[in-house]
């Protein structure tokens, strides 16, 4: 089993729709979360942190479910400069620090 | 503001050549890395360094060499190039090692290499 596991869609949605995407990991001793955003061909960047108490950022809006063991992004009002592909990243206490998902890929359609 | 610079953007060598993946930060960062990223794989770390004077095994090391020439500088070394290493390459920083929860990872805009 993968340590971060996402759906690598391509999640289809129409501009001014809402889009969520579920990401799960696997090491219960994880204690920081990240979404990181990749454009095609490009390197990733942060887009937020996960904190236990859920956070948003305008259309943005994070959750933790540690009983579960999954991470949440969800996307209101989407718009075209949304698409890309959305990178979940968990900390590993071992021996590797981040472990990233394969990610998802969202394309929003005028 | 260049962030993180990596060169080259783009390179194709021939198996068993050599050649250094170039990074540098001009954040006054700690901790850089060196990622591969795969179809279907996601970032592998490579190696890391934690601070200037230490480096690190990451998950997918082996072929590979690095040096933390100063604080602003990360080379990635291929001896033998394998058609296995073809890759993108980002190379990255933070002010810390990364894992807590207010470090941020900012990346270079990465090298695409082929083996061939």
């Known amino acids: 089993r993968k340590e971060v596991e996402q759906d690598p869609g391509p999640f289809n949605v129409p501009e001014g729709a809402t889009v969520a995407f579920n990401c799960t990991y696997s090491?219960?001793?994880?204690?920081?979360f990240f979404w990181y955003r990749q454009d095609c061909r490009k390197e990733p960047k942060l887009l937020m942190s996960?904190?236990?108490s859920g956070n948003e950022d305008g259309r943005f809006t994070a959750q933790l479910n540690r009983a579960s063991q999954y991470i949440s992004l969800l996307i209101r009002d989407s718009k075209l400069s949304d698409s890309a592909t959305y990178l979940c990243v968990a900390d590993n206490t071992g021996f590797q620090k981040l472990v990233f998902g394969t990610g998802t890929r969202l394309l929003v359609s005028p | 503001n260049a962030g993180v610079t990596q060169t080259p953007k783009f390179q194709v060598l021939k198996t068993g050549q050599s050649m250094t993946l170039q990074c540098a930060q001009d954040m006054n960062h700690n901790s850089m890395y060196w990622y591969r990223q795969d179809p279907g794989m996601g970032l592998r770390l490579i190696y890391y360094?934690?601070?200037?004077?230490?480096?690190d095994k990451g998950e997918v090391p082996n072929g590979y060499n690095v040096s933390r020439l100063n604080k602003r500088e990360f080379s990635l070394r291929l001896e033998s190039a394998a058609p296995s290493q073809t890759s993108v390459y980002f190379c990255?920083?933070?002010?810390?090692?990364?894992?807590?929860?207010?470090?941020?990872?900012?990346f270079g805009s990465g090298t695409q290499l082929s083996v061939l």
């Open positions: 090491n219960s001793a994880s204690q920081s």
């Open positions: 996960v904190y236990s």
């Open positions: 990255a920083s933070s002010e810390f090692l990364s894992g807590s929860a207010n470090e941020k990872l900012f």
């Open positions: 360094s934690a601070s200037e004077g230490t480096t």
